[in-house]
Each structure stands twice: as structure tokens, then as C-alpha cells.
């Protein structure tokens, strides 16, 4: 009995021992694996990657769109009389002086009809076009104008049937438009903010068949196609306009552009532009908001994020100092050395010679100065001139802006010469000696990479 409870005892005791774990060299394999995993992961996520940027060419920004308001001379003519207006000519045509413009009868139709001729029907189709090409679905005033003017368009040659005896003239030659709002005898001196209020803007349309009272406005003429658009700007673009006398305007209704004359001016704390136009009246004479792009920014090259700048302090060597190798075809300097037994003597250094891009060199010019990398002299070097025994001694240093080109694999510096900038973008001149061409890659961040860093 007490043999059988001291088996018992002992498979207990052996029980509770813990087992042995096995490896195999599968799960080594997998543990190996594993680990590197994640040690690689992070590693990605710690370091700093380097992201390429390749260089294009085009202009620094896009040209900046805004509402004008176009102001022209432009005379309101008034009903002299009670009654139905009946109009001689069509929206926005030219009329000479004494040329019948419209009457006013008391009757709502006008005396006779005629069929519509096939210079209306063009005309029609070049109205809906306009309209088709600019609508506005928050600019509801357009299609009552459209409505308008196809009226117009219909019944005018209508009205020129009927007798001329009661037919009022136009006083002056100019352009007839059937649309008054107000704006009309304004000068560029009378702007204020409120005239860019959309929508408190209302411009009254006539049309033939109208009742008018006496006093009543009918038409405007417009007498001169020296024309002046208004367009309030932001302080950035101010300051850039002011600097300007003559622009290029794109109206985004059609894309036709013209050129003119622009001045600026700070009126009651807001700026303004002021283009005065001398072609092109008559094609927007029925609108008084245009809806414009300033060309401004026709300063076109190569285009790089500005984050890709850097700088690189390099030695400032005159140019007397530069000098070529012997039978070679490389350039560098002559340094003068000691010699063990205390003799002077000079060797050649083969140093890369870098240029000024800011510098500006006819052809055929030599530089001032050339600039050598810091790791090629060390200050306090003698340099001996190829051509007498000048000596300069190396110390002057100077900055050089560039950026990091990684065509080649690792990072290479190349100077570059600023053209234009923003608060993104910088234009840069192309050609420069040892800079950067189209279609190169070069660092996005240069604060994210390190001279002659291998790309991974």
C-alpha cells in the first residue's frame, strides 16, 4: 500500500514539471523573418525619405480672374411722350447722326409686319449662342436680356416700314443699346464698393411694344469706343498692377483678348484698377459686369517648388586664379606648397569651377569670380596666378543658391539663378553653367536630403 501512494506521489511530482519547448529551423526561419519585419517598418516610418520633383517649364502661377465693370460715354434718352415705343433698329447697332432710332405711337403693334429676313435669323443665332456660351444659372438678369433683345431683333426691321414723320433721331452718331441701369455719366473718380454689388444690381431692358410715359428712360447711346473697365483687386495684385502700364485683358465670355492702358488707385481704402480700352465697345456694349482675366503673369521657365531651394557656402576665387591643367582640357587652380626640404613649390587642383548664375555675362565674357567647393581648399591656401606670381589668398566665402539634382542616382548641388517667385513656386533661368535643365529630378525638400546622399 505505501508503495502503490509513492508511485502515486512521484507522477505527480513528474506531472508538474514543465515541458521542454522544441524549436525546429522552420520556426526560426519565422521568427527571423518576423522580426525584420518589423524592425524594417520602423525604420520606414522614422526615417526621412527623400521625393523627387522633376523640373518643368511654364509660367509661375495662373492669371487671376475678376468682375469689371466697364464704363463708357453713354447718354440715357428719354420718351417725350405718352404711349407704345416701337423701335427702327436692333440692340447694339450703330447708328448715324438723324437716323431714326424708334417711335412712340398709341398703339401696343407696330402698323405693319414683314417676314423675318435671313440677316435676323443670323443675327438670332449669334444672340442665343452669346447666351448659350455664358449662362449663369445665378445670373437671371442674362436671359430677360436675351428675351429682349430677340424681341428687339424680331420686331425692329418691322417697325422701319411703318412712315418715319413721327420717328425720333438719333442726335449723335454712336451705338444704340436697350438697356439703361443707371451707371450711365459715371466717371472712373465716382467708384465705390457699392457699385460691384451684384445683387443689389438692376439694369432695366426696353422693347419694342412697351408702354412708356413721358420722362421714362428708352435708350442709351454709346459715342465713343474708347472704353474703361474697373476692377477692384486684392493688396498682392495692387502692388504688382502698379508697376505696369499697358495689359493684356481675356473676357471669359467669348476668350477674345485685348490689349490696354491700366493705372491704379486707392479709393476710399479699396484698390483699383482702371484699363482704358480703345477697341472692342460694341461687342459687350449690353453688359455692364464682365467677367475678365488680367494677364499678368507671362514670366515663363523652368518651374521648381520653392521647398527645393537650399544653399551651399563655397569659396570666392577671382578669376585671374583660374587656370588649366598642363596638356589637359580640365580647369582648376595652381596651390602653393611646402616642401619637405622647406622649398615653395605649386601644385595643380583639379576643383570643379562654379559661376554666379545671378551674374550676367555678354557672350564670350569671363566672370569676376569663380566659386570652389569647400571640401576641394581649405582657407589659408595660396593661389599663384598662371600668368605672373600673384597670390590670393583663400578665405572669402559666399553663398550660392541651388538645388539638389538626383539624376545621377545620388544628390549633386547645381546653382540656379532665380527669375521670378511666389509663395509656392520659383521661376528659373535655364542654361545656366552646371544648373539644372527640363525634365530633370531633383529633391522636392532639400532640407530632407544631403550632398552626395545615395538615392535608395
Not at 164 to 176: P, R
Not at 291 to 305: F, R, Y
Not at 361 to 387: M, N
Amino acid at each position: 500500500m505505501a508503495a502503490k501512494k509513492h508511485k502515486q506521489a512521484k507522477k505527480r511530482r513528474e506531472g508538474a514539471r514543465p515541458h521542454k519547448i522544441h524549436l525546429n529551423i522552420g520556426t526560426v526561419i519565422y521568427l527571423a523573418v518576423f522580426i525584420y519585419l518589423i524592425i524594417s517598418l520602423i525604420l520606414y516610418f522614422t526615417e526621412t525619405h527623400v521625393t523627387s520633383y522633376q523640373v518643368i517649364s511654364g509660367p509661375l502661377s495662373s492669371n487671376e480672374n475678376y468682375t469689371a465693370l466697364a464704363l463708357r460715354e453713354e447718354t440715357v434718352v428719354y420718351a417725350q411722350t405718352d404711349g407704345y415705343i416701337h423701335y427702327y433698329v436692333g440692340d447694339v447697332s450703330k447708328v448715324g447722326k438723324n437716323s431714326p432710332v424708334y417711335s412712340i405711337g398709341s398703339s401696343e403693334d407696330a402698323a405693319t409686319e414683314s417676314e423675318i429676313t435671313e440677316e435676323q435669323k443670323k443675327e438670332i443665332r449669334n444672340i442665343l449662342a452669346d447666351y448659350a456660351a455664358s449662362y449663369d444659372a445665378d445670373r437671371f438678369s442674362e436671359m430677360i436680356s436675351t428675351r429682349y433683345a430677340l424681341e428687339n431683333e424680331l420686331l425692329g426691321d418691322a417697325s422701319s416700314a411703318l412712315t418715319a414723320a413721327d420717328a425720333m433721331l438719333s442726335a449723335e452718331d454712336g451705338t444704340v443699346v436697350y438697356t439703361t441701369d443707371g451707371y450711365e455719366g459715371y466717371a472712373a473718380e465716382d467708384v465705390t464698393e457699392e457699385w460691384f454689388d451684384l445683387k443689389a444690381y438692376k439694369g432695366q431692358s426696353h422693347v419694342s411694344s412697351d408702354e412708356v410715359k413721358a420722362g421714362d428712360p428708352v435708350y442709351k447711346l454709346v459715342t465713343s469706343e474708347e472704353w474703361q473697365l474697373v476692377v477692384p483687386v486684392s493688396d498682392r495684385q495692387f502692388a504688382k498692377l502698379s508697376t505696369m502700364t499697358s495689359i493684356k485683358v481675356k473676357f471669359l465670355k467669348d476668350g477674345q483678348t485685348q490689349n490696354g492702358t491700366i493705372e491704379t488707385q486707392q479709393i476710399q481704402g479699396k484698390n483699383y484698377a482702371f484699363i482704358t480700352l480703345q477697341n472692342g465697345m460694341a461687342r459687350y456694349a449690353d453688359e455692364r459686369f464682365l467677367n475678365v482675366e488680367l494677364v499678368t503673369n507671362i514670366e515663363s521657365g523652368l518651374k521648381i517648388p520653392n521647398t527645393a531651394i537650399t544653399k551651399k557656402e563655397f569659396y570666392k576665387i577671382p578669376a585671374a586664379y583660374r587656370t588649366s591643367g598642363g596638356d589637359s582640357n580640365s580647369y582648376g587652380v595652381l596651390r602653393e606648397v611646402l616642401k619637405d626640404d622647406g622649398t615653395m613649390t605649386t601644385e595643380f587642383i583639379n576643383a570643379t569651377l562654379y559661376t554666379d548664375p545671378q551674374e550676367d555675362l555678354v557672350d564670350g565674357e569671363t566672370p569676376a569670380y569663380y566659386y570652389i567647393d569647400k571640401a576641394e581648399l581649405e582657407a589659408g591656401d595660396v593661389l599663384i596666378a598662371s600668368d605672373s606670381q600673384t597670390k590670393y589668398t583663400v578665405q572669402e566665402t559666399e553663398n550660392l543658391k541651388g538645388v539638389y539634382r538626383l539624376n545621377l542616382g545620388y544628390a549633386v548641388f547645381c546653382p540656379i539663378r532665380v527669375e521670378d517667385q511666389n509663395e509656392e513656386f520659383t521661376i528659373i533661368a535655364s542654361g545656366t553653367s552646371r544648373g539644372i535643365d527640363m525634365y530633370d529630378y531633383i529633391a522636392a525638400d532639400a532640407s530632407t536630403v544631403q550632398e552626395n546622399q545615395i538615392m535608395e
